[in-house]
């Protein structure tokens, strides 16, 4: 479905007698953002699925995983994104659709831990997204006393840069690269931004190398500016002390020859 998406192929299986034109006309929802990128993460051996969700304990061997399974409290049904079981650990999952946004809600993790099965294992849960100032520092810390769980944060583009690393650092398998590949088209199609960023520091070392030298962050924001400027882009804020630009590379190869 993915790549149906990807490439207009839907016909009108979203919208009537519609095709998305990827990333142009495909809204995106919190459910398919979901299902898309988790479910592919489940294809991944358990050391880059380690990595890329932020597990800081092995994970033994993925036993069973289920999108949406429905749990008993009080009478009442308890509904995760997911859950993974692994060897060693158990993993539920709460995603929210849009990074910083403030969406994760203490009372929801309670009452997932609360009816998650208990079986012995390590307990962790990872809130992908919607992470903002609604859940104090205090109450985090409180309810993994409580709970007797991990809690760890992961925002969707952090977790894009997590795949980007494995495919560099973890040496995976032609069908392990393939799935790594999908997993930042489908948050890209989502509308999370996975490109590569690149550091000022590595751009001033470029300019070393064709000869632009002494050329500091500051200069070199400038004459990123100018080259914004006269394509009518908004420029860098330069006032703020922020030590990475997301800057087109083919804009800094043109900046570097003038």
């Known amino acids: 479905m993915l790549n149906a998406i990807l490439r207009g192929k839907t016909n009108g299986l979203f919208r009537k007698d519609i095709d998305f034109s990827a990333h142009k006309d495909f809204p995106g929802y919190e459910d398919s953002l979901t299902s898309t990128i988790v479910e592919r993460i489940t294809y991944l051996p358990p050391s880059i699925m380690k990595a890329l969700l932020k597990i800081p304990r092995p994970l033994g061997d993925l036993i069973d995983y289920a999108l949406w399974p ?78 007797a769980f991990t809690l760890i944060e992961l925002p969707w583009r952090e977790l894009g840069e997590n795949a980007r690393n494995a495919l560099k650092t973890l ?32 751009f001033s070392q470029d300019a070393k190398s064709h000869g632009l030298l002494p050329i500091s962050p500051s200069a070199l924001a400038s004459l990123c500016n100018s080259a914004k400027l006269s394509h009518g882009v908004p420029p860098l804020d330069c006032s703020k002390n922020i030590p990475d630009y997301d800057i087109d590379i083919g804009a800094i190869k043109y900046l570097l020859t003038i």
Not at 109 to 132: H, M, R, T
Not at 175 to 202: T, Y
């Open 171 to 202: 040496q995976p398998s032609p069908p392990e690269c393939r799935i790594l590949r999908d997993i930042l088209a489908g948050l890209e199609l989502h509308g999370i931004d996975c490109r590569e960023k690149k550091w000022f520091s590595d």
């Open 70 to 147: 429905t749990w008993q409290l009080a009478n009442r049904n308890v509904i995760p994104d997911c859950f993974l079981d692994f060897q060693s650990a158990r993993v539920i999952i709460e995603s929210k659709r849009w990074d910083d946004s403030g969406q994760q809600k203490i009372t929801q993790w309670e009452d997932q831990l609360q009816a998650c099965p208990a079986n012995g294992k390590s307990l962790y849960l990872l809130a992908i997204g919607g992470q903002g100032s609604a859940i104090s520092a205090h109450q985090k810390q409180n309810i993994q006393l409580i709970h």
